[in-house]
């Protein structure tokens, strides 16, 4: 019983509740139990996803994208694995923010020189930073053939890497050798992930950025410099060589040429000559005076068409000079 401030008792009357009827009672604890049913026997599986159910932790069934059931109450649990999209592991340094509308791709390379600093062939340093793409292909193998796959993975990666890198000289893995080193790692690399049964597919292994270490960066710039310098002066050399050297060569044989037709040309005009001078020592043989005549005709329509004045006289002439102008210019 309770009193006032002045001693006197109050009495507080006392408030029924109506207690709710039994059968509402059981039918909210229905529906309750009936949603949790429900919503643990539903899931979905995305567009890019396989789902892989697990009953009492042990592989039951794979399901296809959409809308499944399964066995309430934690009976079966489901694992989703993303067969269709296209997975990365970034060695040497990590991506931070890709690029957007307005600002650029941002990477993060301080604490993961580990990863990509090696030992090529020729014991030379070398920083590889590179890019595995790959895809998982069967989940059954992702999941439950190895643990932690994606550690062992990397691990992998790296591992086959290093043996490659490691077989080539530094100016093969810095230069002329990148696309052949990438190209052997993802074989190899393929080859692994079959033997250790991961359920993963390499697609593509990219050489992102190979530079010689920072503390002799400079130094080997300036190898590079004095290389380039080097191939400059050979390439002009060689195309100096080029240039002047085929020109003299035909030159040369230009002149080999005219040598040769010109020596021919004596030789064939000296062996007409002398066949036409035996032509004409036969014809002469045969007919001295016929021959002689022909001769001397011969020769005078040569000689005649070049005389500017011409006199003929009889043979019984014996004073020519009255018809010679002795005088003029034509005695000159």
Not at 288 to 317: A, C, F, H, S, W
Request: proline content about 6%; glycine content about 6%; overall charge negative.
């Amino acid at each position: 019983m309770n009193r006032d401030p002045f001693g006197d008792e109050i009495q507080i009357p006392q408030i029924k509740v109506p207690r709710p009827p039994a059968n509402l009672l059981r039918g909210v604890v229905v529906l309750v139990l009936a949603a949790i049913l429900v919503l643990s026997s539903i899931f979905t599986v995305g567009p890019e996803e396989i789902g892989v159910v697990l009953r009492f932790g042990q592989f039951v069934r794979t399901t296809d994208p959409g809308l499944h059931f399964r066995a309430p109450f934690g009976i079966e649990t489901v694992r989703k694995v993303p067969v269709q999209r296209q997975l990365k592991q970034e060695f040497g340094f990590r991506t931070l923010s890709a690029s957007s509308g307005t600002s650029r791709t941002q990477y993060q390379k301080r604490g993961y020189e580990g990863e990509s600093l090696m030992l090529t062939g020729d014991l030379n340093a070398a920083d590889v930073e590179w890019v595995v793409q790959y895809r998982i292909v069967d989940p059954y193998e992702y999941l439950f053939k190895v643990r932690d796959v994606p550690t062992t993975f990397a691990a992998m990666a790296e591992a086959v890497m290093r043996q490659v890198v490691g077989d080539r000289t530094v100016n093969e893995v810095l230069t002329v050798g990148r696309q052949e080193i990438a190209d052997l790692v993802e074989q190899n690399l393929q080859s692994l992930c079959d033997q250790y049964e991961t359920g993963i597919e390499v697609e593509q292994v990219v050489l992102q950025d190979v530079n010689p270490p920072e503390p002799v960066k400079p130094s080997f710039n300036e190898v590079n410099t004095a290389q380039q310098e080097k191939e400059r002066l050979i390439n002009e050399a060689q195309s100096e060589y080029n240039r002047v050297v085929p020109r003299a060569r035909g030159e040369a044989l230009q002149v080999i040429q005219q040598s040769e037709g010109y020596a021919l040309e004596r030789v064939n005009n000296a062996r007409g000559d002398s066949a036409r001078f035996v032509a004409l020592y036969e014809s002469y043989r045969r007919a001295p005076e016929v021959t002689r005549t022909r001769i001397y005709l011969e020769t005078m329509g040569q000689i005649l068409p070049e005389v500017k004045d011409k006199i003929v006289i009889d043979d019984d002439l014996r004073g020519v000079l009255p018809l010679l102008n002795l005088d003029g210019k034509g005695g000159n």
